[in-house]
């Protein structure tokens, strides 16, 4: 495993992190993921040198699940090996103050993230989303002020509109606040247009881009067909995705198809590989998975290389 900056920051990475949100998920009447089979994939993916996960306050049924699964395992580990990521906006009630921004309800949780996960302290905090109704000013001011308490060491965003990311990281700049460091939108090869704007000003910024659904909600394991049912407990069998991939998307795979057989990598490993080789920005992609097997075969992507001209393959594909 390499260990990468992030962004703009002096820690490192795992280059590929591990993300939890399956952890104690109800679908379908089942959990996706219990909780000895958590702590599976946690060991796992720490015997394979993965030092970066990713989690949030409201992952799993009922809320907090995921993170309470990751303190009982961190209890039995070096915190100190670990960059630790959660995620503030959704709350666990229904009462006026138990979702947002507000200076109020990022106190609330705060205190809740760190109790479940068994840490003082944590090293990213996303807002998971942006909050319309609560002033900018105010939630980096209390950001701000988690940073100074030793509560957290990075900030960090996830999805948003290109132009209030901006807003946000030109109020950081004028009013002398900490700034977001990470961002964590949707992105992958077959899902770049709608946030390309979003991009560049992660790379203008040096902001990393920590992707989820890298794989495109698992359209590039290469595991669909075109005009063929999905396998049978896929979400493209669950879910009816009939109509969800373009033929631009297709190419991608196809692109990606031909790669990994050049290179002997499955279309998930050479996904992953072309996410983390991005040129403009750091890109430190969040996998999951069901299995022990499953999130071997993503890390395996740490082992993989490919060109400059397989890379401009893929890159190519959707144009």
């Known amino acids: 495993m390499e260990y990468v900056s992030l962004g703009s920051t002096g820690t490192k990475v795992s280059e590929i992190c591990f993300g939890t ?16 089979t958590a702590h599976d994939l946690l060991d796992t993916a720490y015997e394979r040198g993965v030092n970066f996960i990713d989690t949030a306050n409201v992952y799993g049924d009922p809320n907090g699940t995921a993170e309470e699964w990751i303190g009982d395992w961190l209890a039995d580990h070096d915190r100190e090996e670990f960059v630790l990521a959660s995620k503030v906006y959704f709350g666990f009630d229904d009462g006026p103050n138990d979702r947002g921004l507000s200076r109020k309800h990022i106190r609330a949780q705060i ?18 989303r942006w909050d319309d109704e609560t002033p900018i000013e105010e939630t980096l001011r209390t950001l701000n002020d988690l940073v100074r308490e030793g509560k957290v060491n990075y900030l960090a965003a996830s999805s948003m509109a290109a132009w209030k990311l901006t807003k946000a990281l030109w109020t950081s700049d004028i009013e002398g606040l900490e700034r977001f460091e990470v961002t964590q939108p949707r992105f992958n090869p077959a899902y770049r247009e709608p946030v390309a704007d979003y991009l560049d000003v992660c790379a203008d910024r040096g902001i990393a881009v ?6 495109e909600g698992g359209f590039l394991t290469g595991k669909y067909e075109r005009d063929a049912a999905g396998p ?16 631009r998307q297709w190419a991608v795979l196809d692109a990606i198809r ?3 057989e050049a290179v002997d990598a499955t279309p998930a490993q050479v996904t992953l590989r072309w996410l983390a080789d991005q040129r403009e920005f750091q890109c430190i992609p969040i996998v999951g998975a069901r299995t022990t097997d499953q999130l071997e075969e993503n890390l395996g992507a740490s082992e993989i290389d490919i060109s400059d001209d397989q890379y401009d393959r893929i890159a190519a594909a959707a144009e």
């Not at 109800?26 to 219990?34: Q, W």
């Not at 205190?111 to 998971?128: A, K, N, P, Q, S």
């Not at 049978?232 to 033929?247: A, F, H, K, T």
């Open 21 to 36: 949100w399956r952890f104690g998920k109800e679908s379908n009447g089942t959990v996706e993921t219990d909780r000895k």
């Open 111 to 128: 205190e809740g993230t760190l109790d479940r996960l068994g840490t003082e302290y944590l090293d990213v905090y996303y807002i998971h």
């Open 210 to 215: 920590c992707p989820y659904s890298p794989l």
């Open 232 to 247: 049978e407990g896929s979400r493209g069998d669950l879910y009816e995705w009939d109509d969800r991939w373009d033929d």
């Open 258 to 260: 031909a790669v990994g």
